[in-house]
């Protein structure tokens, strides 16, 4: 016999140490605008407090930029620094950078950015695209993998 809320009713997932993990938030984003943003908030910020609900609302307002032409339309319209609430114009021209290099890549979806990430030859070619852009780092780099949805043993800055 199944209850439509059994789910709901398993115990919360335990890390290593015996306590709840189930606080911990996936990284990994379905959105490439999401992906980008992230991407380039993270250095340096604290992720709960300040980069997730500016990436959190861009994917609210702005839905259609999940594909890199979707993200482009909107960053064309130059609000970007009001749905994200972010001033500073260093993290803005990168992720303009960042949306720049996805384009040249041919990359449109997530699912193409995984393929790109996972395949050696593309993989390569894109990291040394996307490690051209200002601030972007091998942390970063590592960081992006995660954000895809791949699983690294990179680190990112918190």
Partial sequence: MTIDNDDANLPAPMDS????DSTEVSRSWDHIG???????L?????????????VLALVEAWPDAATTSGFRQRLDAGTLSE???????GRLAQVEDM???????????????RGALR?????????EALGAVRHVSPKTLDYIDTLSGISTGGAVEE
């Fill in 119 to 127: 395949d050696q030859a593309t993989r390569a070619v894109l990291r």
């Fill in 83 to 89: 749905v994200i609430s972010w001033p500073s114009p």
């Fill in 17 to 20: 140490h015996g306590t709840d």
């Fill in 99 to 113: 949306t720049h290099v996805l384009e040249s890549q041919g990359i449109e979806t997530v699912m193409e950015l």
């Fill in 34 to 40: 999401a992906i980008i943003v992230d991407a380039s």
């Fill in 42 to 54: 993270q250095r340096r910020q604290n992720y709960h407090a300040t980069v997730r609900p500016r």
